[in-house]
């Protein structure tokens, strides 16, 4: 079972950038794709970006794209969020998780299963 683990959230202030990772254990990546989604409080869990492990094709959501990109770093068998130009509203908890759904899915967090515990991003100034 493939146990995930997000890591490089914090506080930062508007107009400043993060990089959120995503790392695999107990397994590989190999074979799925990768989702970042946040839950905001009083909100429900929002599709931020995903990335096919294979071949690396990527989705990312209309209210990051040009801010955010999602990548990856096979040897390290780890996928990062880089976030730009952080906003207020980008302020969440930061999950991964992985599915095998087809690409016009990868929009839909009931298709995931390993989630990660969560990383806090907080965009105050």
């Given at each position: 079972q493939v146990q995930l683990a997000e890591s490089g959230g914090g506080l930062v202030q508007p107009g400043d950038?993060?990089?959120?990772?995503?790392?695999?254990?107990?397994?590989t990546f190999s074979g799925y794709t990768v989702g970042w989604f946040r839950l905001?409080?009083?909100?429900?869990?929002?599709f931020v970006a995903a990335?096919?492990?294979?071949?690396?094709?990527?989705?990312?959501?209309?209210?990051?794209?040009?801010?955010?990109?999602?990548?990856?770093?096979?040897?390290k068998n780890t996928v990062y969020l880089q976030m730009?130009?952080?906003?207020?509203?980008?302020?969440?908890?930061?999950y991964c998780g992985v599915t095998k759904a087809v690409r016009s899915s990868w929009y839909d967090e009931s298709m995931y299963y390993y989630w990660g515990q969560g990383t806090q991003v907080t965009v105050s100034s």
């Open positions: 950038s993060l990089r959120l990772s995503c790392q695999a254990s107990g397994g905001a409080l009083g909100k429900e869990r929002e990335l096919r492990w294979s071949g690396g094709g990527t989705a990312h959501a209309d209210s990051v794209k040009g801010r955010f990109t999602i990548s990856r770093d096979i040897a730009n130009s952080l906003k207020p509203e980008d302020t969440a908890t930061y």
